[in-house]
């Protein structure tokens, strides 16, 4: 009975755990499911139930040391309140025939009413013969304290008991007939004058610390009983989606039947769209090639003449509705003639190429480049004043004497003309910039001139 009575939570669980198990076992076999997690899920189960029936068992330990801990200050404190009143100055004598001892009553009586955890304070005094005797003490009954009888013999503890005397504290639990915790006792030397003749007995009702315990054992034990549903409950969603993906799987394999009829079907429709996608793919292909032989030059991929003289009619007019500048730049390579003669035509080419990718690269945005004819460049600077014009020319002269090619380095001369209104045509341009172009030429090549510098009044 008291097996059951200790352990009539963790049975609870138990009983539980093994329905629920079998529950789960009862619904894979009926539905014909899967086993293969049922042995993981009961094993899990398995391993819950043990280790939580060792940490429930361990919580009545587990409140005796925090009792221990608790109360030891408590011993402490009484030790040397006793130590105060002077108690090896009263004998067992004294304590029978109520002389002066009523100090020490009242005390014990004190500390049994105002300390609701302890149950029995007793001060134990060592006799010559090695019996312990009742100096004087208290004890809860009920609702009451009543007085230890003086001089009586102290029962049982005797070892316990002649550890104090030899000035140790001791902490014991006493056990019932049933084998759980009765009493805990705390025994404290009483030093007099550095000598020991008396220790303090608390003993506590271990009743109220095993509440303690019992509360703490149902909480691990609810704790477990979640865990235990969980797992169960987790196993069985496994097991319901373990056989809607089954379900989901037949069902798969019907749709791939009729779709293989549909894709049959839709085969035929793309293998024309392909075709249909092919031949519009390929008329892009040409009218992009036909655009760009319209606009681009073969070689060096800037525009052609036609498209460049398109572009700066169209800045020029733009730029002359809200009084903005435009900037003509005129690029032709230095000696290009001799490169030819020395290097062949195909070095040449490469030259060009090469000067088509510098200006490409350092266009500005919005800006035009293109191939005026022949070793000639143009590059068309909407917005551009004079001075920037002038620096964005110096930029590309240090950029084309920086060209790499295979034949020998390149260098150009270049001249730049900038428009502030209608007042001048296109070609005024142009021609203003070819004029300052051959300045550089005459001039020693690889360098840039402004027509707008005063050095052009000059005859050409």
């Known amino acids: 009975m008291n ?7 963790f049975i609870i669980i138990l009983l539980l755990s093994v329905l629920a198990v079998g529950a789960m076992a009862f ?34 330990q587990n409140e005796i040391d925090r009792v221990e801990v608790s109360t030891s200050g408590l011993g402490a404190m009484l030790a040397s309140s006793l130590q105060a009143h002077q108690v090896g100055d009263y004998s067992i004598e004294q304590a029978q025939n109520s002389v002066k001892p009523t100090e020490l009553d009242s005390l014990t009586n004190r500390w049994v009413a105002t300390n609701p955890i302890v149950g029995e304070v007793a001060i134990v005094r060592a006799q010559p013969d090695g019996s312990s005797l009742v100096l004087t003490g208290a004890k809860r009954d009920g609702d009451l304290t009543r007085k230890l009888a003086p001089g009586s013999p102290y029962r049982a503890l005797n070892e316990q008991l002649n550890r104090a005397f030899s000035g140790k504290q001791q902490f014991y639990v006493e056990k019932s007939e049933s084998g759980r915790p009765a009493w805990i006792d705390i025994i404290r030397p009483v030093h007099i004058n550095g000598k020991v003749n008396s220790v303090l007995v608390l003993r506590l009702p271990a009743e109220q610390f095993l509440k303690h315990a019992a509360s703490a054992q149902s909480a691990i034990y609810a704790m477990m009983g979640i865990m235990i549903i969980l797992l169960v409950g987790g196993g069985l969603a496994l097991s319901e989606l373990v056989e809607s993906m089954a379900v989901l799987r037949v069902s798969k394999a019907e ?20 075709a249909m996608a092919a031949h519009q793919s390929k008329l892009a292909e040409m009218n992009a090639k036909l655009q760009a032989l319209a606009t681009m030059d073969g ?7 036609r498209t460049l003289m398109e572009f700066l009619g169209g800045q020029m007019k733009q730029n002359s509705g809200v009084g903005a500048p435009c900037s003509v730049i005129l690029i032709d390579v230095d000696n290009f003639k001799q490169l030819n003669d020395e290097y062949g035509h195909l070095a040449g080419d490469e030259a060009l190429r090469a000067l088509g990718n510098v200006l490409r690269q350092s266009c500005p945005p919005g800006s035009g480049v293109g191939r005026y004819g022949g070793e000639e460049f143009m590059m ?6 004079e001075t920037a014009a002038t620096a964005v020319a110096e930029e590309l002269r240090r950029r084309i004497q920086m060209t790499k090619t295979t034949s020998r380095p390149v260098t150009a001369s270049i001249g730049v003309s900038t428009v502030y209104s209608m007042a001048k045509s296109e070609q005024a341009l142009i021609d203003e910039a070819d004029r300052a172009l051959y300045f550089s030429k005459r001039n020693g090549k690889n360098r840039v001139t402004h027509f707008g510098h005063g050095i052009l009044n000059e005859s050409a």
């Open 3 to 9: 097996l059951l009575r200790d352990h009539i939570g």
């Open 380 to 385: 068309i600077l909407p917005g551009a004043s």
């Open 27 to 60: 619904r894979i076999q009926r539905s014909k499911g899967s086993w293969k997690g049922f042995s993981v899920i009961a094993g899990l189960v398995a391993l819950v139930l043990t280790s939580g029936y060792f940490l429930g068992q361990s919580a009545e």
């Open 299 to 305: 070689l060096t991929g800037v525009m052609n003449h």
């Open 255 to 274: 749709l791939l039947l009729q779709g293989e009829r549909i894709r049959d079907q839709m085969d035929m429709i793309a293998e024309k769209n392909q």
